[in-house]
C-alpha cells in the first residue's frame, strides 16, 4: 500500500509541474499588457516602461517564471493590479462559500446520483429505469444557469420559500445557512447527479451479471445485501472515477452559480478578474483550482485500493 501511494505521489508533481508552465503561458503571452492596465489609458509610454521594469515584465521569460514558480512555492500569490492586495488575501476572503457551496453539491450529488443508479440498474428496463434515466438525461441536457433561474422563479419569488441571491455564513446561524445553499446547491448538483447516476447503473448492470451475484440469489440471499454488500462495493471504483473527474464540471459550474445567485465566493473573484483583467488574481485563483483538482484526483486513485486491493499490485 504504501509503494503504491508513494508512486502515485510521485506521479503527480510532473503533472503539476506542467499545469503551473501551462497557467503562466496563457496571461504571459496574452496581447494586452499588464503594466498598461496599471498605468491607465492615458500614461505615457516611459511611465509604462517604468512598471514593466518595476514588475520584472522586461525580463526573460523563462527567468518570470522561475521567479513565479519560487514565490508561489512561498506562498506568494502575487499582488492583484485592481486594488493592490495580496492574491492569497483576496481568496481565503472569498473561499468560505465557495467551500460551503462544493461540499454541500458533492454531498446533495453522491446521495442522490449513487442510490438513483443502483435503483435503475435493479429495475432495468422497466419503468422505474426509464424515469432515472429521463432525469438523468434532462439534469445533464440542462444548463447550470437556466436551471437556477428557473428555481428562483419558482421557489424564491412565486413561492417565496427560499432566498433569491446571496450567501449567509453559517456564523449567522445554521438555519439561514442552509437556506441561503439550497438553490445554488440544487443548481448545481442536478449535473452532477445525472452523471453519477448513468455510470452507478452501467457499473451495477455489469456487476449484476456476475456468477457471484447469481450464487448470492441462489442461495437465498436478500435484495439489500446483494446490492450493497456485492454488487455496489465491485462496482465502486468506475463510480468513484466518475465522482473525481465530475470536479472538473463542479469547478466550472462554480464559477456560474456564484454568479447566478450573486454568491461571494472564490467563482464570482474570477469573473471579476477577468472583466477588469486582474492577470495576478486569475493566475492564482486558476493555480488553485487546479491544484485542488490534482489533490481530489489523487485521493480518488489512493481510493482504488481499498475498493479493489488488487490494484495496489498491478500498478
Known amino acids: 500500500m504504501l509503494a503504491y501511494t508513494v508512486r502515485r505521489i510521485v506521479a503527480t508533481a510532473p503533472v503539476l509541474l506542467v499545469v503551473t ?7 504571459h503571452l496574452n496581447p494586452n499588457d499588464p503594466a498598461a492596465i496599471i498605468a491607465g489609458d492615458f500614461a505615457q509610454p516611459e ?3 517604468q512598471i514593466r521594469e518595476r514588475l ?10 522561475f521567479d513565479w514558480i519560487g514565490r508561489v512555492l512561498q506562498g506568494d500569490l502575487g499582488t492583484s493590479i485592481y486594488n493592490d492586495r495580496t492574491v492569497a488575501s483576496l481568496i481565503l476572503q472569498r473561499v468560505e462559500p465557495t467551500i460551503a457551496l462544493t461540499l454541500s453539491t458533492i454531498t446533495f450529488a453522491v446521495l442522490v446520483g449513487v442510490p438513483l443508479g443502483v435503483l435503475a440498474a435493479w429495475t432495468a428496463g422497466r419503468t422505474t429505469d426509464r424515469a432515472v434515466m429521463i432525469l438523468a438525461v434532462a439534469g445533464f441536457s440542462l444548463p447550470v444557469f437556466v436551471l437556477g433561474y428557473i428555481l428562483v422563479y419558482v421557489f424564491a419569488m412565486t413561492l417565496q420559500l427560499l432566498p433569491v441571491q446571496g450567501y449567509t455564513s453559517f456564523r449567522e446561524g445554521i438555519i439561514p445557512f442552509l437556506r441561503s445553499l439550497v438553490l445554488p446547491t440544487l443548481s448545481l448538483g442536478m449535473i452532477y447527479v445525472a452523471l453519477i447516476a448513468r455510470m452507478t447503473r452501467a457499473s451495477v448492470i455489469e456487476v449484476l451479471n456476475q456468477d457471484y451475484i447469481r450464487t448470492a440469489r441462489a442461495k437465498g440471499l436478500s435484495t439489500p445485501p446483494i446490492l450493497l454488500i456485492h454488487a455496489l462495493k465491485n462496482a465502486a471504483v468506475p463510480i468513484v472515477t466518475t465522482i473525481g473527474l465530475g470536479i472538473a464540471l463542479l469547478i466550472s459550474g462554480v464559477v456560474v452559480t456564484e454568479t447566478v445567485f450573486a454568491i461571494p465566493g472564490v467563482g464570482r473573484l474570477t469573473v471579476d478578474a477577468i472583466v477588469r483583467k486582474d492577470y495576478p488574481v486569475i493566475q492564482g485563483v486558476l493555480l488553485v483550482f487546479t491544484v485542488v483538482y490534482v489533490f481530489v484526483n489523487l485521493m480518488i486513485d489512493l481510493s482504488y485500493s481499498l475498493f479493489d486491493p488488487r490494484i495496489r499490485y498491478q500498478t
Open 47 to 49: 511611465h509604462i516602461e
Open 21 to 27: 508552465v501551462v497557467i503562466f503561458l496563457l496571461l
Open 56 to 65: 520584472g515584465l522586461d525580463r526573460p521569460l523563462y527567468v518570470q517564471y
